[in-house]
């Protein structure tokens, strides 16, 4: 925790910027009937039936000391999916950074050999070595900001129903 707590307290460095990391699933869920249409005074009304349509997975990173956000929507949530996001974050969202503070929970996924599997060696090894990772302790993930900004995003657009991957890709991006 108190690893955390000192990276929280650096401050802004655009060489080397803070970036906590979280996931989480989201149900993909079509009507089984069509809503009811919405009458002035009354909310919308859904039956209560449901067709499941799989999964989705939702990988936040955000950035606490500039208030930047960036979503990625993906089918599965594998060790190989986490190491394209880290190249995606090291290559295209901060590819002027030195080095990425990440703060993240322990996940299997989460480790630095994930990329070994994702791609080659070298490729590996330069993505790695742009990583500073700092883990968040066991039943302490409340310490990861991109919690608390994934908590955010249910809010604005996660609690509704969505059918497909497509549907919910674009909510997150509105």
């Not at 009304?45 to 997975?57: S, T």
């Not at 500039?66 to 929507?73: L, S």
């Not at 190989?80 to 990425?100: G, H, K, S, T, V």
Request: with cysteine.
């Amino acid at each position: 925790m108190e690893d955390v707590l000192d990276v929280y307290k650096r401050p802004y460095n655009p060489k080397r910027p803070q970036v906590c990391f979280d996931e989480r699933p989201k149900q993909l869920i079509a009507e089984a009937r069509v809503p009811l249409a919405r009458c002035p005074g009354h909310p919308a009304r859904y039956d209560y039936e449901y067709k499941r349509n799989g999964v989705a997975n939702i990988f936040m990173m955000f950035e606490p000391l500039t208030g930047k956000r960036h979503v990625e929507v993906t089918e599965r949530r594998t060790k190989i999916d986490w190491a394209y996001c880290m190249r995606q974050l090291a290559d295209e969202i901060y590819p002027e950074a030195e080095q990425i503070v990440r703060l993240m929970d322990n996940l299997n996924t989460h480790k630095k050999a994930s990329l070994y599997e994702a791609f080659e060696p070298a490729e590996a090894k330069r993505i790695a070595d742009k990583l500073e990772i700092h883990y968040t302790p066991k039943h302490g993930s409340w310490l990861n900001m991109a919690e608390i900004e994934m908590s955010v995003l249910s809010r604005q657009c996660l609690a509704e129903r969505m059918d497909n991957i497509s549907r919910l890709d674009g909510e997150v991006r509105a």
